[in-house]
Nanobody, 124 residues
């Protein structure tokens, strides 16, 4: 079992930047693949980005490629999502995701563990 806590959400203007953080506790963070998903109002939850246990492999949704970057610091038990060139359509609750068995979380293969989410609102 692992507990996940997101932070860093807030209000930002179109074209701005924001960094989300997800702190993990309960188990050794370094063995977990990590990811980010999001859910906009009235829409299904969708995959955003994923990273493997060592930080050497990545996966991104087409909608965020070139704008978002996922990274991790295993010494701090934390995964980050650096978001740049934000658009109103990026407005959503962003959820941290983790799994100890998969390589990288993806849309077709999410991890088993979830945080409670942090809200990102992009104004136009």
């Amino acid at each position: 079992q692992v507990q996940l806590e997101e932070s860093g959400g807030g209000l930002v203007q179109t074209g701005g930047s924001l960094r989300l953080s997800c702190a993990a506790s309960g188990r050794t963070f370094s063995v977990y693949a990590m990811g980010w998903f999001r859910q906009a109002p009235g829409k299904e939850r969708e995959f955003v980005a994923g990273i493997n246990w060592s930080g050497s492999s990545f996966a991104y949704a087409d909608s965020v490629k070139g704008r978002f970057t996922i990274s991790r610091d295993n010494d701090k038990n934390t995964v980050y999502l650096h978001m740049n060139k934000l658009k109103p359509e990026d407005t959503a609750v962003y959820y941290c995701n983790a799994d100890e068995t998969i390589v990288v979380p993806t849309a077709r293969d999410p991890g088993d563990y979830w945080g409670k989410g942090t809200l990102v609102t992009v104004s136009s």
